[in-house]
């Protein structure tokens, strides 16, 4: 796989695709340049970030590949609104050395940015709006919220301004979009006044964690994420697990004292306990967490985490695995109240299906209603399913398999599932979970006929619903 023409995603690498021509533009000319070669060669694009979208979103079989991470300048900042206008390649890290380098307002204030992914970093702000990601806050919408203006480049390579004002229709569509509409060449991202946190550690069930929103001032307690027991041998398994949230401080962190904080190599052997002993991990999980209780850090850099690179790789050599496996995700989403029962029930199918959970979290996210597909339509518990799979025709089955069970399950209680994971869902599935995703469809036909932007992701869906 040395072959530059060979890419994939990097997380399942399940996601194998040969491409007929890999581009690095830097600047929105060479992106208006490529999308006018690809017109006269009648070529389609495919666009890629970070590449962790893992249902074939970023890539198209024999078709050009736009590789953005190299457009990633930092344009503008406006001090006093708190915006900051960037190259959609950006990744995570730089965007927010950027912003810790600006100067404080006036008044002192500080900005930095709202939200991010959790359990990655070098992700793109580009591939961020595509799939309109959600982070840890424990009231924020999606990623939608924190946009105030893009420009996208789309099939007739004409640069164009979006926003809620400007070519609206755009806006709403290229966000959460998947790439289909155009390039996201430069973003104006809404930041939030960079403010010290004190993390607060508790082992909770599911009813205490859906009640934080309306018992916990929000105001103030700004992030959280539960992570929830992986023993399937345990009653707690789904049930109980680490609630660590970040709530407003006055002090802000000693950057002169040594946090406690976790290494690669430490998450490297939490990864592969998890594989072996899913009893001990959680113990040795919670105890970290519970042991980090008090510690402060800064609202924006604590959303940072560490993700070894191909870890999977190393654990198979590890245990001496017979075939390459990695982990393949899945998020459901199910209005609050039901979120016990679903949990109860996915505990059963799970054990019943005999598919180890690597690690699961739990966030709340608030109502889009501001994207043409939204999947946020209601505000959900959001639960990520991290399950190991082996690469053989029997192990993927059991995998897709078993995510469009837990699929079944959430719309049982009117849920939905995140699109940007695999593209094993039914027909009947997208239609239930996702209302709109045939009027998606139409508005790709509409706004680019000749697909000059695809992947195989939708390239798939588009011969789903041919009909
Ligand atoms: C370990 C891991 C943790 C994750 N955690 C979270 C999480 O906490 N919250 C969450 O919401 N998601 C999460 N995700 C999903 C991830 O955030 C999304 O898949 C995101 O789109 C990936 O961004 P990327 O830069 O890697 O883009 P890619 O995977 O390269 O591309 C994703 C999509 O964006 C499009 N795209 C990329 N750049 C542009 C551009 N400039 N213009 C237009 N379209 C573009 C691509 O065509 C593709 O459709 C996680 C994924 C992994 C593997």
Redesign the pocket.
């Known amino acids: 796989m040395a072959d530059a023409l060979w890419v994939n ?3 399942s690498a399940l996601n194998a695709t040969r491409v007929a021509r890999v581009l690095q533009p830097v600047g929105r000319e060479q992106i208006c340049a490529i999308v006018r070669e690809a017109r006269a060669a009648g070529a389609s694009l ?9 249902g074939g ?2 890539f198209a079989t024999d078709q050009w590949l736009l590789d ?1 991470r190299a457009h990633a300048a930092v344009h503008a900042f406006d001090a006093e609104r708190g915006l900051i206008t960037v190259d ?2 950006i990744q995570w890290p730089a965007l927010m050395a950027a912003c810790a380098s600006l100067p404080a307002r006036p008044d002192g204030l500080r900005w930095g940015i709202r939200q991010k ?4 970093d070098r ?2 702000l ?6 309109n ?3 840890r806050g424990l009231r924020l919408p999606p990623i939608v919220g924190d946009v105030e203006a893009f420009t996208l480049i789309g099939p007739d390579a004409v640069a164009r301004r979006c926003s809620r004002d400007e070519n609206a229709d755009l806006f709403a569509l ?1 966000i959460g979009g ?2 289909l509409f ?4 430069d973003v104006t991202l809404r930041l939030a006044p960079r403010v010290p946190v004190r993390r607060s550690v508790e082992i909770l069930t599911l009813d205490e964690l859906v009640r934080v929103p309306a018992e916990r001032d929000t105001s103030d307690w700004l992030f959280g994420d539960f992570q929830y027991s992986i023993d399937e041998r345990s009653p707690d398994f789904l049930h109980r697990g680490v609630f660590s949230a970040y709530r407003r401080c006055e002090e802000p962190p000693d950057e002169t004292e040594p946090q406690k904080q976790l290494h690669e190599a430490d998450w490297v052997d939490l990864l592969a306990l998890a594989h072996t002993d899913r009893a001990k991990v959680f113990d040795v999980y919670s105890g970290y967490y519970l042991s980090t209780h008090g510690q402060r850090y800064w609202s924006d850099t604590h959303q940072l985490s560490i ?1 070894p690179d191909d870890y999977h790789a190393a654990l198979d050599r590890r245990f001496g695995s017979p075939c390459r496996c990695s982990e393949m ?1 899945s998020e459901l989403y199910v209005p609050r109240p039901a979120l016990g029962e679903f949990m109860g029930r996915a505990a059963e199918l799970l054990r019943g299906a005999g598919v180890p959970v690597i690690y699961g979290t739990i966030r709340l996210i608030e109502r889009d209603t501001e994207t043409f597909l939204a999947w946020a339509r209601e505000p959900w518990a959001c639960v990520i399913f991290n399950l190991h799979c082996e690469h053989t025709p029997a192990g993927l089955q059991q995998a897709a398999k078993t995510f469009r069970a837990l699929i079944d399950l959430a719309l049982v209680f009117g849920g939905s599932y ?1 699109l ?1 994971y695999h593209r094993w869902a039914t027909r009947a599935q997208i239609e239930a979970a996702h209302p709109r995703f045939r009027a998606f469809l139409e508005q790709k036909k509409t706004h680019d006929p000749e697909d000059r932007f695809t ?1 195989d ?1 939708y390239r798939h869906h588009r011969d789903l619903f041919a009909d």
Not at 117 to 120: K, R, V
Request: no cysteine.
């Open positions: 995603d990097l997380h495919a666009l890629s970030g970070g590449r962790h979208a893992m979103q970023q953005l959609a390649g992914q959790t359990g990655a992700l793109t580009g591939g961020s709006l595509a799939a990601i959600h982070g290229a998947y790439g155009g390039v996201i060449a993700y995700i995140y940007t992947s992701w």
